[in-house]
């Protein structure tokens, strides 16, 4: 597979959750450090299990306007009736500090994909619950991108070929000419190497002792270094 560099590289796709609102931590991890923040200390596996029970509850069933804080009201709300918290009041806490996290990641992310635009067509591919398109709306992500592609519209989801492919379509490319960006390997490397798409990890700060998916890969710990790879 040809590496990043190797190829002349047109487009690049974005993950959203963990990629372009945090450096490289998922949702799931950075909810259960607000909860426990809270006091709320439970094992990882148990909140697991609330965690994605609460994240399944979503899928399809918000409105397609839904903004991002609103859609972490619920998600935290599901997470904490998940976890039988007594103090319904938690949730409201955490999602707005989540949200305050997120907003600070995205407002840099704006800065960057703007930077990008010049060079390259730009899209988003991600697994989310059918208003992905409303949320980059709100963090002015939009007018910057050639394609949303949000699982729960799309009808499939990563690793799943064909949501790629429907983001690639989009952007009138061919994997070989874009490249992929996130933060999971089983989700977005592993898919964007399935269609033959170089691809770039953001490793998170729980994802230290693990390798690229590919020899060669490009691995950054800040989204910002984009600027030095595609630049």
């Keep these: 597979m040809p590496t990043v560099g190797e190829v002349g590289c047109t487009a690049v796709l974005f993950d959203f959750g963990g990629t372009l609102d945090a450096d490289g931590v998922p949702w799931r991890e950075r909810f259960r450090r607000l909860f426990r923040q ?13 965690f994605y029970a609460a994240d399944d509850a979503l899928l399809g069933a918000i409105p397609g306007s839904l903004p991002l804080g609103e859609t972490l009201v619920r998600l935290a709300g599901g997470v904490a009736e998940g976890l039988g918290l007594p103090n319904a009041a938690v949730h409201t806490i955490i999602a707005a500090r989540f949200l305050e996290a997120a907003r600070a990641h995205l407002s840099g992310s704006a800065a960057l994909l703007r930077l990008l635009a010049s060079r390259y067509r730009l899209g ?35 690793p799943d070929p064909r949501i790629f492919r429907a983001a690639l379509t989009a952007l009138q490319v061919e994997p070989g000419q874009a490249v992929f960006v996130g933060d999971s390997l089983p989700r977005d490397m592993a898919g964007a190497r399935a269609i033959g798409m170089p691809h770039i990890w953001l490793r998170g700060e729980g994802a230290e002792g693990e390798g690229p998916c ?10 910002d270094a984009l600027k030095d790879l595609l630049l």
């Design 38 to 50: 809270e006091g709320v200390d439970i094992a990882p596996e148990a909140f697991d299990r609330a």
């Design 124 to 158: 988003i591919v991600s697994n989310f619950y059918g208003n992905l398109a409303a949320v980059c709306q709100e963090a002015g992500l939009s007018p910057l991108l050639s394609a949303v592609v949000d699982s729960t519209q799309a009808g499939c989801s990563k």
């Design 214 to 223: 590919c020899p060669g890969d490009r691995v950054i710990q800040r989204l």
